[in-house]
């Protein structure tokens, strides 16, 4: 009889659940439930997702779980562990003149980036403390503790199922609130003070890579027995889901645009791009966000009239380069560069130019050098890049995967369609029960090798002045 582990993906979007095989990781069941949109969300939607997408008995046999959580939310709990406000999403930029302010209060960027790592951006968790203690201070004297997204529907699901008292985290998601070094391994209660005022603020328990938050001794949605994981940032678990290697970065083209690689210490990045992450294998994941990813192919779609297949043939007619077209896809501002007010621009257009084709090209093109700028910044903080990997909505696109290999210069590969946060975190369920972290096989297609066009080095050229003019 084979055991079975489940691994959640609370994300911006919707609650994904697989049920694997320990020893294989072969999906055996899976379920689904969608978030509320916006960018803040009463938790208690999580939990409504989470029942959802496990209704019918889809836990009941499954030994362990995990949970990998969008990174960066505040979630401000009372001393009853009940929620105070609804929680702050990582893309909620309100908090985008707070971070301003924290980084220069603790002396600028290197400060920051000696401290924890981490410079705050709108998105960092650090920076929406300092939002809740300016603009509602009531909120803030109710709060005793604060936890993020993965850590809340951990012990959500601890808590209903009779498990252990106490928020926990990882290390992993720990890393991206501001407040939690990942060289030093350790909050930093100063800056939770520079942030809030307070020193009494209470903080999750960081858990270690295959340590368990607990077991579940009664039966309802689990059953009575199952051991939960610490749970992680999805990034991490992303990473994790993949088994990630040195020398190989992974591009993440959902909702948001990330890059990141697995790494041997922790970076300090001074430009605030490179956020010094821990992974959750005790490791480091050095990364790089953007706001606009896959959502920039949607809204030139429904600029030029088409459906996404449709943006994908115009795409592929047109020649790289776009004939002379750039696009800077800030289309929601921008975390990095940090430009949360900034909104986008086509440049180089031309009554010969101006076509279908290279519009849609453009718009591919655009987006791609978004996240391809910072696998350039991962190179410049000493992080190996040897091949890349193309996850998320995105990269099924026919443009993308034809146009990527060009821009990258590096072997790229598409592993085949997964939930791969989710997979990450049921591995980590697997580790935490057995001891060990099992060998998961990941399947992946090599993309072409991209052609050496000099339009391509034109392209770049043509973006990083663009973006130079951006930054005045």
């Not at 579940?216 to 993949?242: F, I």
Request: hydrophobic content about 45%; aromatic content about 4%; overall charge negative.
């Amino acid at each position: 009889m084979r055991t079975l582990v489940a691994g959640v993906d609370s994300s911006t979007q919707s609650c994904k659940v697989v049920v694997c095989d320990a020893a294989t990781g072969e999906v055996v069941r899976e379920g689904r439930a969608a978030h509320p949109d916006g960018t803040e969300v009463d938790p208690r939607h999580w939990w409504d997702a989470f029942e959802q997408a496990t209704a019918g008995g889809l836990l009941q046999d499954v030994q362990a779980l995990s949970v990998g959580g969008q990174q960066h939310g505040l979630c401000a709990l009372d001393d009853a562990g009940e929620v105070v406000r609804p929680a702050l999403l990582w893309n909620d930029t309100r908090s985008a003149g707070d971070a301003a302010d924290l980084v220069a209060e603790l002396g600028g960027a290197q400060a920051w980036a000696q401290a924890t790592g981490v410079v705050p951006l709108a998105a960092i968790t650090v920076s929406k403390l300092r939002w809740l203690a300016r603009h509602e201070p009531e909120q803030l004297g109710r709060t005793r503790t604060v936890v993020l997204p993965h850590d809340w529907l951990t012990g959500q699901i601890l808590a209903r199922h009779g498990g252990p008292a106490g928020w926990t985290t990882d290390r992993g998601d720990a890393s991206g609130t501001g407040y939690w070094s990942a060289a030093d391994g350790d909050y930093q209660p100063d800056l939770l003070e520079l942030a809030t005022g307070r020193r009494d603020l209470e903080v999750p328990r960081v858990l270690g890579p295959a340590e368990p938050a607990g077991t579940a001794t009664n039966q309802a949605l689990l059953g009575a027995g199952t051991l939960v994981g610490a749970g992680t940032g999805d990034n991490m678990a992303a990473a994790l889901g993949l088994g990630l290697e040195p020398g190989e970065a992974v591009i993440s083209l959902g909702t948001s645009g990330t890059a990141f690689a697995r790494h041997t210490g922790p970076t300090q990045d001074a430009l605030g791009e490179v956020a010094s992450y821990a992974d959750a294998t005790g490791g480091f994941l050095p990364l790089l966000c953007t706001l606009n990813a896959a959502r920039v192919l949607s809204a030139g779609a429904r600029m030029l009239g088409v459906d996404l297949e449709g943006l994908e043939q115009l795409a592929l007619a047109a020649p790289a380069g776009s004939g002379g077209l750039t696009l800077l896809p800030y289309l929601d501002g921008e975390r990095t560069p940090n430009l949360p007010t900034a909104t986008g621009t086509l440049s180089g257009m031309t009554r010969a130019n101006l076509t279908p084709e290279n519009l849609a090209r453009a718009v591919v093109e655009g987006m791609l050098l978004n996240v391809v700028a910072g696998v350039d910044s991962l190179r410049r903080e000493g992080v190996a890049v040897e091949r890349v990997h193309l996850i998320g909505g995105a990269a099924r696109s026919g443009a993308v995967r034809a146009v990527a290999p060009a821009l990258l210069g590096v072997p790229v590969t598409v592993p085949e369609p997964g939930e791969y946060v989710a997979l990450g975190a049921a591995r980590q369920a697997a580790w935490a029960l057995t001891g060990e972290l099992p060998d998961w096989p990941v399947e992946v297609t090599e993309l072409p090798a991209g052609a050496q066009d000099p339009q391509v080095g034109e392209l770049r050229a043509r973006y990083a002045g663009l973006l130079a003019t951006m930054h005045g």
